[in-house]
């Protein structure tokens, strides 16, 4: 069994949506989650970054993680074409410097 | 503010030759990282480099290597190279309590 699973679509939705991005884990010891963004040919930008479980809000994002139900989410709402790209969730033990586990990611399109 | 960069952008190899692939961190960062990123999958970690030595290792031959220097870039060596570590190399940096921030990676081609 992976440490981390996400659902690699493809996901496809029309401009304006609410989109929701999803990622289970095995290990209750992860307590720092993160939401990666990668557009083809380039490196995973860092989106969203959580300590233990809650929610958090940035723009149009928002990240929440359930640590009793091992799941973290990724909402991006009022979805744009420049959203598309592929979203990796990524988490580590004790600190944000340390060994990240990374999903497969789940690519998205977001259709004008 | 220069974020992480990571040299060449893309090398093509035949096996059984050796790479090296370089790395300096965003500014301000102390640590770096490796990871390996097959098509379709996440990255894999490799291993980590703090204080010019080797903090943390995953689940990686010994083929595979790393250096970090005094102004805290790195390098990472791989010897004997097999067709399967053709891949997306990513490089992460970063500091204490901060999350890791990637270069755009080297894509090595093994022929």
């Known amino acids: 069994q992976k440490e981390v699973e996400q659902d690699p679509g493809p996901l496809s939705v029309p401009e304006g949506a609410i989109v929701s991005l999803n990622c289970t884990y095995s290990?209750?010891?992860?307590?720092?989650f993160m939401w990666y963004r990668q557009y083809s040919r380039k490196g995973p930008e860092l989106l969203m970054y959580?300590?233990?479980?809650g929610n958090k809000e940035d723009g149009r994002f928002t990240a929440q993680v359930d640590k009793s139900s091992k799941y973290i989410s990724l909402f991006i709402r009022d979805s744009q074409p420049s959203d598309s790209a592929t979203y990796l969730c990524?988490?580590?033990?004790?600190?944000?410097?340390?060994?990240?586990?990374f999903g497969t990611g789940t690519s998205l399109t977001v259709i004008p | 503010d220069a974020g992480v960069t990571q040299s060449p952008t893309h090398l093509i190899k035949t096996r059984g030759q050796q790479v090296t692939l370089r790395c300096s961190p965003k500014?301000?960062?102390?640590?770096v990282s490796w990871y390996q990123q097959a098509l379709g999958q996440g990255p894999q970690f490799i291993f980590q480099?703090?204080?010019?030595?080797?903090?943390q290792r995953g689940n990686f031959p010994d083929r595979f290597s790393g250096h970090q220097f005094p102004n805290y870039s790195s390098e990472l060596n791989v010897n004997a190279l097999l067709l399967g570590d053709s891949a997306l190399y990513l490089c992460?940096?970063?500091?204490?309590?901060?999350?890791?921030?990637f270069g755009d990676g080297t894509r090595l081609s093994i022929l």
């Open positions: 480099y703090y204080e010019e030595e080797e903090r």
């Open positions: 990524a988490m580590s033990y004790k600190n944000t410097g340390n060994q990240f586990y």
């Open positions: 959580t300590y233990s479980s």
């Open positions: 992460a940096s970063s500091s204490l309590n901060q999350p890791q921030h």
């Open positions: 500014s301000g960062h102390d640590t």
């Open positions: 290990n209750s010891a992860f307590q720092y």
